[in-house]
């Protein structure tokens, strides 16, 4: 079997085309090698076919043709002489402005590996070099990955070419790359060197507060996870690209990849924070907390990862509903919000579940193993069918958290127990973990069984029915234990009508019809345009709730397909309804073990 590195050479000099032109160059073990592209990016659980922005796959071995056959939409095999270097050249379209594709044009490029590195069966443990060619002048390269000091052994060094090294194929897909001209500063978390690249941020943007508040959740997770000692990992970089409108992050080993709008960005004239800033804060919390949960600690099916298809879980409830509850509590336990905020945050997070029927259709157990066919795919029956492992796993663990530290003065033996702690019995464990894993760690941690849940006798039975059911948890008396009060929310007129509108230039469309509520009743359909309600045209969300008036039956007219319809719609009273009963948490004044558990949770 060879030992000579598989070699990429991405040439940007295809620019303004968005396409990159690729080179790979390896050594074949024996008389056919199979290359595939993955179809899948991990992060993101969904399969996206990256090969179907591939093109022009020829090889060609001493100075001749060699024969390739597609196996499959994203395999070829290629005949090949075994020990003599194989050299199969291809392009990439790259106008994906995602982070999870690639993106190439005149002023920058991104590149996720997922959608340009074929992957050399066989070879996958081998060293992976990269070199970024026909760089143009001003750019410069940023990425996690090592760089290669061989480069000079390609002859004299060029200032046009960047070299890289991956230990895997594994590696090599786990390191993105921003291209261009960017914004780059460096800073240190615990001993580790971190560094945060912004690209299209406007000129009044306050990137080195960014710069500090994203050290302050960086130094809070190391600690989070390893107490004050250096974490694992030993390098990091933050990429940000600033657009428009536009939000996301992909984790990766040792970097994540964020989109933000301009508007979320700090301004240098401005002291607080909007709750655009707040949210880009949760992003890069939720991002950098991956390193531990998700990347190196995974489930069991993430074990390898398989690119070639789906890989399913059960398990997203944990890795991203947990990460999505820590998130924002880092930012309170770095001091960057204050506890009222943080309250608003897991407040809108309730009632985001709330608000969704789908919470008694699907459990968080089923949506994570559907999140191939559905989390990415949103329609307007989203919401009546499922639920969003992200809200309401981020609810499980405010569940259990609260659960532990209701413990906190019953039981003296578990007297800090909380999730945190948890997570590091996890953590510990060094290897991929299953829900059992979950089960034992809760209940190492409460030192006994759950109190105060009747019909659960242990954590497994507690998470089991958290978990694999649709019954709403037992939150309001949790955080009730915490001192927080949980009051009815005045819900919209909307919300009570079981509809989701949304502006058109023409004026009113409806967009989602609750399952169950009066909308429905009444016959309305997602796509209707919404044209007059007793007799009174409707254009704005304003004029939806003023034109209201008292408790009755309305006549209503709505357009679908060209066709006008006559409705009669029920005008409601206040009161809550059955899919519609949101609500408000506060913090009173307390007293006793309440204030004390709260104290633990919120530090007032
Ligand atoms: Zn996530």
Redesign the pocket.
């Known amino acids: 079997m060879s030992t000579q590195p598989i070699a990429y050479r991405i040439d940007l000099s295809e620019a303004t085309s968005h396409r990159f032109l690729v080179s790979l160059q390896f050594t074949p073990a024996d008389t056919s090698t199979t290359l595939s592209l993955p179809v899948w990016i991990p ?1 993101s659980y969904l399969v996206r076919e990256f090969a179907r922005h591939l093109n022009k796959l020829q090889a060609s071995q001493t100075g001749r043709a060699c024969n390739i056959t597609q196996v499959d939409k994203a395999t070829w095999t290629v005949a090949c002489q075994p020990g003599k270097t194989v050299t199969v050249q291809y392009e990439v379209y790259a106008f994906d402005t995602s982070v999870r594709a690639a993106y190439l044009d005149a002023n920058r490029g991104f590149i996720n590996n997922t959608s340009l590195c074929l992957r050399v069966h066989g070879q996958e443990m081998q060293s992976h070099h990269l070199h970024i060619e026909q760089l143009p002048k001003d750019w410069d390269v940023a990425t996690a990955m090592r760089p290669l000091p061989a480069a000079r052994k390609l002859g004299k060094p060029s200032k046009s070419t960047r070299s890289f090294q991956a230990d895997s194929y594994d590696e090599l897909l786990d390191h993105p790359l921003e291209l261009g001209t960017f914004w780059r500063r460096q800073f240190i978390a615990r001993g580790v060197p971190h560094e945060f690249v912004v690209a299209g941020a406007a000129p009044s943007a306050d990137l080195e507060r960014l710069v500090r508040d994203t050290q302050r959740i960086c130094i809070t997770e190391i600690d989070f996870w390893h107490g004050r000692k250096k974490p694992a990992f030993d390098r990091y970089v933050f990429m940000l690209n600033v657009v428009d409108d536009g939000y996301g ?1 992909l ?1 990766h080993r040792n970097s994540t990849a964020l989109i933000c709008s301009r508007r979320d960005l700090p301004r240098l004239d401005q002291k607080e924070s909007s709750d655009g800033y707040v949210t880009l804060l949760g992003l890069i919390s ?2 950098y907390f ?1 390193t531990w949960n ?1 990347k190196r600690l995974k489930p069991r099916e993430f074990a390898p990862y398989d690119y070639s298809q789906e890989n399913y879980t059960r398990m997203l409830w944990f890795f ?1 509903g947990f ?2 509850y820590f998130d924002d509590a880092v930012l309170l336990r770095a001091g960057l919000i204050n506890a009222q905020t943080y309250l608003k945050l897991v407040n809108k997070t309730l009632n985001q579940v709330l608000a969704t029927p789908g919470r008694h259709m699907q459990s968080v157990a089923q949506a994570s193993f559907d999140a191939w066919l559905r989390l990415y795919r949103p329609d307007e029956n989203t919401a009546n069918t499922t639920v969003s492992y ?1 809200s309401k796993g981020a609810l499980v663990a405010l569940a259990l958290d609260l659960s532990l530290r209701t413990l906190n003065n019953t039981n003296s033996s578990a007297s800090k127990a909380s999730l945190a702690g948890v997570m590091r019995r996890l953590w510990a464990l060094q290897r991929p973990i299953e829900e059992a894993d979950v089960a034992q760690a809760l209940q190492d941690e409460a030192g006994g069984p759950p109190v105060g849940h009747a019909d659960h006798a242990d954590w497994q039975s507690l998470l089991t029915h958290w978990v694999h059911g649709t019954d709403d948890m037992p939150l309001q008396s949790l955080l009730q234990q915490m001192g927080v009060q949980w009051e009815l929310a005045q819900a919209s007129l909307s919300q009570r009508l079981g509809v989701r509108l949304k502006e058109t230039p023409q004026g009113l469309q409806v967009s989602a019809v609750m399952r169950g509520s009066p909308a429905e009743a009444a016959g309305l359909a997602a796509g209707d345009e919404l044209l007059a309600l007793d007799g009174w045209r409707l254009k704005r969300p304003d004029d939806w709730q003023t034109l209201m008036g008292t408790p009755s039956l309305k006549p209503l007219l709505v357009s679908r397909d060209q066709r006008i319809l006559s409705l009669s719609l029920p005008i409601l009273d206040k009161a809550p309804t059955a899919w519609c009963h949101l609500v408000n948490l506060s913090m009173p004044k307390a007293t006793g073990p309440s204030l004390k558990r709260r104290k633990g949770w919120l530090g007032c």
Request: glycine fraction near 18%.
């Open positions: 992060g992050g984790e939720h991002e991956h998700v991203e990460t999505s992200y």
